[in-house]
Structure formats: structure tokens, C-alpha cells
């Protein structure tokens, strides 16, 4: 059987981009070899929103679910990879490609490109989900919207009405991947959060994997 792994994920690396005043990422070396120790090791300082992550419904309901509770079973299975470059900034179901109906029916998971390639810099105008469009996935059966800028919601949206309206219907939400490297159609998808106990996300290894059924 034909495999192939595409990692969706960003690197994790020294000037990522990060919401504007959250915690810039930092990776620190506190034990080297080459300094007399027995191992190098490392130490990191991010904010859980960093890259690639997942939101947990504590990130905007002080009652919701933490990143160690959330269901896992949404961020793994069958998944489709679909194109979304709408002329304004909230994606409407009309903004969706006509034959994403019944993709999103048969996969359950929706994973929406609107960059040609991630940009270097914090995009404030980035392309966001809207409720309607957390109606129109419920209505078709997906568990999880995962999309390539950095928030389900306008970046000068307070309210967040998209996460809330896709955890109303129980959507997990994945943001921030990188989707420029791989063409629209199914895959399997693997992008399970850490176990953090209380915390409102989580960084994920996101990767899509390519079957010879899948395609």
C-alpha cells in the first residue's frame, strides 16, 4: 500500500509569528555537553496558541473542556483538504467549492486553505470563520474545522462568534497549519494536542496522510 506523510505543521522556531502581546517563543539550552554535562537539554517558553495548536473550549468559556479533556477522536480520521479564497474575510458556505458538500459529508473533518504559502509576518487581516459556516459544517456531520491562519474569528473580534458557534455544535478547532504544500482532496488526519492539564490549548504535530484509497 502506497503511504505518504504530509506534515502540516509550522516550525516551531525563533521569530515565529505570534498574536500580537502574547508570549514570543523562546528555546534555551540549560545543560550542554560541549559545557561539561552528561546531555544537552532544552528548555521552552510559548504561549500554547503557538503555530500550529488546537483550542480548547476553555480558551473562550471559563467552563469549557481543557486541552488534556477535549475529545480525541476528532483531531484523527479521514479528513478533505479544500480551497477557500474568498473575496471578503469571513468564509461563507457559498465561498466553499461546490463538490465540498458531499466531501465533508463522507470525511467529517474540514481543513480549509485560504493561503497560496503562509506569510513570514502576523496577518491582521487573515481570513477567519464565520457561524454560519459552523451551521453549514454541523449540518453535514464534520467534527473538526481546521484552517490555515490564526484564528476561527476576525483578529478584532472580541465576541469570537465562530469558536463559539462551532463548539455549540461540538467542532473541534485546529489553526494555524500549513496547508501551501498539499493539494485539495481526502486524506487521513493526525493532530492530537498534548495532555496539558488546565490549560486553554495546545501546540500539535499535524500531519496528513495519503493513501492510495484516500486520493
Not at 480548547?56 to 471559563?62: G, N, S, T, V
Request: negative net charge.
Amino acid at each position: 500500500m502506497a503511504l505518504r506523510i504530509h506534515d502540516i505543521s509550522r516550525a516551531v522556531r525563533a521569530g515565529i509569528p505570534v498574536w500580537p502581546g502574547d508570549t514570543d517563543f523562546d528555546f534555551k539550552f540549560v545543560a550542554r555537553i560541549a559545557e561539561g554535562s552528561a546531555v544537552n537539554v532544552g528548555r521552552i517558553e510559548m504561549s500554547v496558541h503557538t503555530g500550529s495548536h488546537i483550542d480548547a473550549p476553555l480558551h473562550f468559556d471559563d467552563g469549557g473542556l481543557d486541552a488534556a479533556s477535549v475529545p480525541l477522536e476528532r483531531y484523527v480520521g479521514p479528513c478533505v483538504v479544500a480551497d477557500v479564497r474568498p473575496d471578503q474575510r469571513g468564509i461563507l458556505p457559498e465561498h466553499l467549492p461546490a463538490t465540498l458538500d458531499a466531501e465533508a459529508r463522507a470525511a467529517g473533518r474540514v481543513l480549509l486553505r485560504s493561503y497560496a504559502s503562509r506569510p513570514d509576518a502576523f496577518d491582521e487581516g487573515m481570513a477567519h470563520a464565520t457561524p454560519e459556516l459552523a451551521d453549514w459544517l454541523a449540518a453535514r456531520g464534520v467534527t473538526l474545522l481546521g484552517i490555515d491562519t490564526d484564528s476561527m474569528d476576525a483578529f478584532e473580534s472580541k465576541e469570537l462568534p465562530a469558536h463559539r458557534q462551532l463548539n455549540r455544535h461540538g467542532i473541534a478547532i485546529l489553526e494555524g497549519i500549513d496547508l501551501s504544500r498539499v493539494q485539495p482532496g481526502r486524506y487521513e488526519l493526525i493532530a492530537l494536542p498534548l495532555r496539558l492539564e488546565g490549560a486553554d490549548g495546545s501546540p500539535v504535530r499535524a500531519v496528513l496522510v495519503e493513501r492510495e484509497e484516500t486520493r
